[in-house]
Nanobody, 121 residues
Framework: QVQLVESGGGLVQAGGSLRLSCAAS????????MGWYRQGPGLQRDLVAT???????NYADSVKGRFTISRDNAKNTVYLQMNSLKPEDTAGYLC???????????????WGQGTQVTVSS
């Protein structure tokens, strides 16, 4: 009931910037939480930055001061501005959303397919 479409990944040199976008669509009444995770080869999926239902933002310590998450509620879209990128930021970045899909209080979660970010040294 919820679909996510990500864009904005790519190859960048260390110190460069990228901006990721994730748009949610489907039978969405409201977004409960939405944000970004990343997963490197053979590694676990880790939180990068997220919005909670009350608008609070959470960041991984490793990206604080470099990455900024923002959102457009009217478009059910979140953005991740990534500055001062480092080779260790290289990973697949996945969007996640939890949305209310029913007035009865039913929620749905979804993951995007992921967008690759590669930072060269």
């Amino acid at each position: 009931q919820v679909q996510l479409v990500e864009s904005g990944g790519g190859l960048v040199q260390a110190g460069g910037s990228l901006r990721l976008s994730c748009a949610a669509s489907g039978s969405i009444l409201s977004i409960d939480g939405m944000g970004w995770y990343r997963q490197g080869p053979g590694l676990q999926r880790d939180l990068v930055a997220t919005f909670t239902s009350d608008g609070t933002t959470n960041y991984a310590d490793s990206v604080k001061g470099r990455f900024t998450i923002s959102r457009d509620n009217a478009k059910n879209t979140v953005y991740l501005q990534m500055n001062s990128l480092k080779p260790e930021d290289t990973a697949g970045y996945l969007c996640h959303a939890r949305a209310r899909i029913s007035p009865l209080g039913f929620y749905a979660e979804a993951w995007g397919q992921g967008t690759q970010v590669t930072v060269s040294s």
